[in-house]
């Protein structure tokens, strides 16, 4: 944040520029301001909710002081290092000219950033700005919590929320009385009440004039956009082909069944998608093309030595693809807690950047919404995606017999740079192999 002018002797006005969100973010749309011209805001109170193509970001105020002036309106597309507000603050606050990087590339916090992450593992000292993620500074604005008290259970020295509950939760215990959950009470701001504005009503030969539309038009914003722009690129970019099989879900279907009644003792909800994503794993690591990704500017093959799978999931306003990541890792059950909960969160939107970005694999689970197959997009900058369609019982030949089996198709989108048929083929093959013997899965289970 910068001092742009002096006020006086004691205060002087400051800029908020829209910082670099991470994951390569350039630009976000502004969904809603929580604040207007006028109001004093308080250090840490969130004041605007900008939307990515990821998730929505909540961004706190970095200082107290009174608003001045909005510079970007709700459903306005902002740049990084655009000024969003201007406000009015003691000359005394303490902000900072350059936005420092976390170890992970992405600002992390200064007056003029999203605030970010402590590079100290003790508590601030006193008068130095303590540096967390906007959803930990919410949480302890919430909390009534003062960021400079809290210590840091993070090696790098990031304040987390799990650092901030625990300190809440000790201050809690230590004290009489609770930490209040409320948000403190805002009386300076301006209740701002619009009044209604009223048309004359029209006559009878003035209604029999007024033509009923034919159509109607709404501009394309938000999450739509983003899903708009990205699936657009992937399509001219990436050259897409495709292979297609069904798999006998007889066995995937009895294995479910019997792994049922211990995952409801544990309160998990299993369904086919964690025993999916377990199967995969093993043809990914056979097949490690599809695991991989094209840096095209440099013209080099990435193959990637990690399996965060993306599942495609609808929310209300489009498609998401949550990451669980480390799959290899988990074990079935915990693959399935965390699917459920990234599946959940990405529905209502709650979901964090880091949540929402990284994967090296897709899975688009059609049949969820009743679909019986389909051909999906590349999720760029992967290599493939597979869809599954609905598991249905169907008649299908064998060995001369007509019989009735559970039986789900399957889609493999493919970048056909990397990927030739044969591969797909061989691919697929693998695939539908240890589906229809899912016991195979025991032998590499972690």
Do not use: C
Not at 307 to 333: F, K, M, Q, W
Not at 372 to 383: D, H, L, Q
């Amino acid at each position: 944040m910068n001092n742009a002018q002096s006020s006086g002797t004691s205060s002087a006005i400051h800029e908020f520029k829209l910082p670099d969100l991470g994951e390569g973010m350039h630009e976000a749309e502004i969904v809603e301001w929580l604040i207007q011209p006028g109001d004093m805001l308080k250090q840490d109170q969130t004041m605007v909710k900008v939307e990515t193509d990821k998730a929505i970001v909540e961004i706190p105020s970095p200082i107290a002081g009174r608003v001045t002036e909005i510079r970007v309106q709700g459903g306005q597309v902002a740049k990084v290092g655009d000024v969003l507000i201007t406000f009015e603050a003691p000359s005394s606050a303490k902000t900072a000219s350059s936005t420092p990087r976390g170890s992970n590339g992405a600002a992390t916090a200064t007056a003029s950033s999203v605030p970010g992450e402590s590079s100290a593992s003790q508590p601030a000292v006193s008068g130095q700005r303590v540096l967390a993620a906007p959803a930990v500074r919410k949480l302890a604005f919430e909390l009534g919590v003062d960021l400079a008290q809290v210590p840091t259970s993070n090696p790098h020295g990031r304040v987390t929320i799990d650092d901030v509950r625990a300190y809440a939760e000790r201050v809690k215990a230590a004290s009489t009385h609770p930490v209040s959950s409320a948000p403190l009470a805002e009386s300076e701001q301006l209740q701002l009440q619009p009044q209604p504005t009223r048309s004359a009503p029209l006559t009878q030969q003035q209604e029999t004039q007024v033509a009923v539309p034919t159509e109607e038009r709404q501009p394309l914003t938000g999450l739509r956009k983003r899903i708009a722009e990205h699936m657009e690129r992937a399509w001219r970019t990436i050259p897409h082909a495709a292979a297609f099989d069904e798999v006998d879900g007889g066995g995937l279907k009895a294995l479910r069944q019997s792994l049922l009644p211990a995952a409801e003792k544990r309160g998990i909800r299993l369904t086919y998608i964690p025993l999916l994503i377990k199967l995969l794993i093993p043809v990914l690591k056979e097949f490690p093309i599809f695991n991989a990704s094209l840096d095209e500017e440099r013209r080099e093959i990435i193959y990637k030595r990690v399996y965060h799978i993306g599942i495609a999931t609808a929310s209300p306003e489009g498609l998401l693809v949550p990451v669980l990541r480390n799959a290899d890792r988990l074990t079935l059950l915990e693959v399935a807690n965390n699917l459920e909960r990234l599946i959940e969160g990405a529905r209502t939107r709650t979901l964090s950047l880091p949540e929402l970005s990284g994967s090296t694999f897709t899975l688009n689970n059609v049949g969820s919404f009743g679909g019986s197959s389909g051909t999906p997009i590349i999720n760029s900058p992967e290599v493939a995606i597979l869809a599954v369609g609905k598991l249905q019982e169907r008649a299908i030949v064998r060995d001369g017999t007509v019989i009735v089996r559970p039986m789900m198709p399957l889609t493999l989108s493919f970048d056909h740079r990397l990927i030739d048929g044969a591969m797909a083929g061989a691919f697929l093959a693998r695939f539908k192999e240890l589906v229809e013997n899912p016991q195979q899965l025991m032998l590499d289970m972690i």
